[in-house]
């Protein structure tokens, strides 16, 4: 069955150090990976996604995320931390279904950002 | 203007109402869902609906019954609310049912008592 995986509920961090979240996942095909991020009281707003090609990706906000095929994994990283992105991150996976795709989300990692 | 908008934001209710949902898209996207979101932030999809044709039905109790009148609307009612209905709605929205970006609503923080 398809499944993510975040390991870290919660993590804290100074500003402007480095920042690691991390995500496995778990599907017998090539996935479609996703990182999400929801501020308190808002949606959830895409981060990144990596579909093919080069396994490192680029996002909005200075966020990057590398898909590690052996690994099953596709950590978002971030060289230097703002106080603004202390937040719920969240990493997700598309998956093929009965003829469709769905999404099935990580439990997401609470970021608290210490000024 | 939003993209995707919900109402009401927020709903409290008591145990054994109806009560709905509405979402509306104005990205001209073909493809909606509902999610729920759980005290945990535990996030699971509900329903997926593509030009107005439902094509994800999670295991969701058939009290939840979604209706999309049209592509830019999905809306969610649920009959005879329980305790455990309580959770944040969110729906969102893609260009197709293909896999791409999601784009959410604000949710809608629903609280049965």
């Known amino acids: 069955a398809q499944s993510v995986t975040q390991p870290d509920i919660h993590i804290t961090v100074s500003e402007g150090a480095s920042l690691e979240l991390r995500c496995n996942y778990s599907y017998g095909a090539t996935p479609y990976l996703f990182w999400y991020v929801q501020s308190p009281g808002q949606g959830l707003q895409l981060l990144l996604k990596?579909?093919?090609?080069?396994?490192l990706v680029q996002g909005i906000k200075g966020f990057e995320a590398e898909f590690k095929r052996s690994q099953s994994s596709f950590n978002l990283r971030k060289p230097s931390v703002h106080w603004s992105d202390a937040a719920e991150y969240f990493c997700a996976v598309g998956a093929r279904g009965s003829g469709t795709y769905k999404y099935i989300f990580g439990t997401g990692t609470r970021l608290k950002v210490l000024a | 203007d939003t993209a995707v908008s919900q109402t009401p934001k927020y709903l409290v209710t008591q145990m054994g109402n109806d009560k709905s949902i509405k979402c509306e898209q104005n990205?001209?996207?073909?493809?909606m869902y509902w999610y729920k979101q759980d005290s945990k932030k535990f996030l699971k999809i509900m329903f997926s609906?593509?030009?107005?044709?439902?094509?994800i039905n999670e295991t969701v109790p058939n009290r939840f019954s979604p209706k999309s009148p049209d592509k830019a609307h999905l809306n969610l009612h649920i009959n005879s609310l329980e305790l455990g209905d309580s959770a944040v709605y969110f729906c969102?929205?893609?260009?197709?049912?293909?896999?791409?970006?999601?784009?959410f609503g604000p949710g809608t923080r629903l609280t049965v008592l």
């Open positions: 969102a929205s893609s260009q197709d049912s293909a896999p791409n970006e999601q784009f």
């Open positions: 990205l001209g996207h073909d493809t």
């Open positions: 609906y593509n030009n107005k044709e439902l094509i």
């Open positions: 990596y579909f093919s090609g080069d396994t």
